[in-house]
């Protein structure tokens, strides 16, 4: 019997490509895991149940399928963020928190995994490709997984911007973790899980610490982005505090020659014609 040629198919619950790259594949567990959730549409919002409750059926149900065989996947940036896009997604639906679109009522992706407790996705996907690593490093050096991870073709990689590889994201979570290659084989695979765990949660200390979050608006900011988040920031007048309840009068910019308060649409105008008057 002769076998149709195909550029994917399905094994083992995984979606196989001829493309490099996981978009595929992550696109593939998006659609199975959003019909898992789906399946429990009435139950994310039923007020019996405790928030906890429905919290851990979200892990259990939805990011067990989301996240099967993520341990191998070389992802990029981009498909961090629509993995990312999905989870917060759904904790808005069990939280009951309305999308608004304007900017004083607007609640970011990074405040929706705080009020859940819930870990980011880009954690939950680095503890599972290093364990996974760990695993394979223990491994005998005949076995597949192992001949494969450090196999090598014999021709070039291709000039220009080569594919991400599944070792280069392993490099930069050991570099980001601060862990050394050598420990994922020194130690037993509850060591290593521990090893893994701590690393994290030291990494996750050092990004919350208070002097990283913003002076005006609060929100905690990365330090490389937190130049241009002032910037933008204190030029919105939305985030700007309102005093004595009036709002409205708090959002007029005030002009720099007469100091007087106009409407943002009009207030470049003003400026320009106040300054050319004085």
């Given at each position: 019997v002769q076998l149709p040629v195909v550029d994917n198919f399905d094994y083992l619950g995984s979606k196989l490509c001829s493309g490099k790259g996981a978009h595929t594949e992550v696109g593939d567990r998006i659609r199975k895991a959003s019909r898992a959730f789906y399946a429990f549409r009435n139950f994310w919002v039923r007020k019996g149940t405790a928030?906890?409750?429905?919290?851990?059926?979200?892990?259990?149900?939805?990011?067990?399928?989301?996240?099967?065989?993520?341990?191998?996947?070389?992802?990029?940036?981009?498909?961090?963020?629509?993995?990312?896009?999905?989870?917060?997604?759904?904790?808005?639906?069990?939280?009951?928190i309305p999308l608004s679109?304007?900017?004083?009522?607007?609640?970011?992706?990074?405040?929706?995994?705080?009020?859940?407790?819930?870990?980011?996705?880009?954690?939950?996907?680095?503890?599972?490709?290093?364990?996974?690593?760990?695993?394979?490093?223990r491994m005998d050096a005949s076995r597949i997984p192992r001949v494969m991870l450090y196999g090598r073709l014999p021709s070039p990689r291709p000039a220009g911007g080569p594919e991400k590889r599944w070792l280069d994201t392993i490099d930069t979570d050991f570099k980001e973790l601060a862990i050394d290659w050598t420990e994922a084989k020194a130690l037993?695979?509850?060591?290593?899980?521990?090893?893994?765990?701590?690393?994290?949660?030291?990494?996750?200390?050092?990004?919350?610490?208070?002097?990283?979050?913003?002076?005006?608006?609060g929100r905690f900011i990365a330090p490389r982005g937190m130049y241009?988040?002032?910037?933008s920031c204190v030029a919105n007048p939305a985030n700007d505090a309102p005093s004595d309840g009036r709002v409205e009068e708090e959002r007029r910019r005030r002009c720099r020659f007469c100091f007087e308060r106009f409407d943002p649409r009009g207030h470049k105008n003003h400026e320009t014609k106040c300054g050319r008057g004085r």
């Open positions: 928030l906890s409750t429905r919290l851990r059926i979200f892990d259990a149900v939805v990011l067990s399928v989301l996240l099967y065989g993520s341990g191998t996947w070389p992802v990029t940036a981009q498909d961090l963020a629509r993995l990312k896009q999905f989870q917060c997604r759904c904790l808005r639906r069990i939280l009951a679109f304007s900017a004083e009522c607007r609640t970011h992706n990074d405040d929706v995994l705080h009020q859940a407790g819930a870990t980011p996705i880009h954690a939950l996907l680095q503890k599972r490709r290093l364990l996974w690593f760990g695993h394979v490093q037993t695979a509850a060591q290593w899980i521990r090893r893994v765990e701590a690393a994290q949660n030291t990494a996750k200390t050092a990004a919350e610490r208070p002097q990283h979050s913003c002076s005006h608006c241009n988040h002032l910037r």
